[in-house]
Nanobody, 117 residues
């Protein structure tokens, strides 16, 4: 059973920083990629940052230069460092684990990030 648990969401002022964490119940090396997605009210869920097992990280244009995804295989954890936060970053942030074969996606329950003065 794969379980992903996010933490670190909070209310922060514009320009502030937050670090989200995602702890997996299994070794994350089993997955082809780990990622962070977000869903704002009234909008579709969108990818924010993707970290493949091999290769470079991929970021949404809206967060490039501000967000950094990283992983710690020894802790089966993935992180999202978010700097220079903007009100438009307000959303529920979800951790994702993706497997190519068999094709499957696993999701956490989400953590709320609110950027407001």
């Amino acid at each position: 059973q794969v379980r992903l648990v996010e933490s670190g969401g909070d209310l922060v002022q514009p320009g502030g920083s937050l670090r989200l964490s995602c702890a997996a119940s299994v070794t994350i090396f089993n997955f082809n990629s780990m990622a962070w997605y977000r869903q704002a009210p009234g909008k579709q869920r969108e990818p924010v940052a993707i970290l493949p097992n091999t290769g470079s990280s991929i970021y949404a244009d809206s967060v490039k230069g501000r967000f950094t995804i990283s992983r710690d295989n020894t802790k089966n954890s993935v992180y999202l460092q978010m700097n220079s936060l903007k009100p438009e970053d307000t959303a529920i942030y979800y951790c994702n684990a993706h497997k190519n074969a068999p094709l499957n996606d696993y999701w956490g329950q989400g953590t709320q990030v609110t950027v407001s003065s």
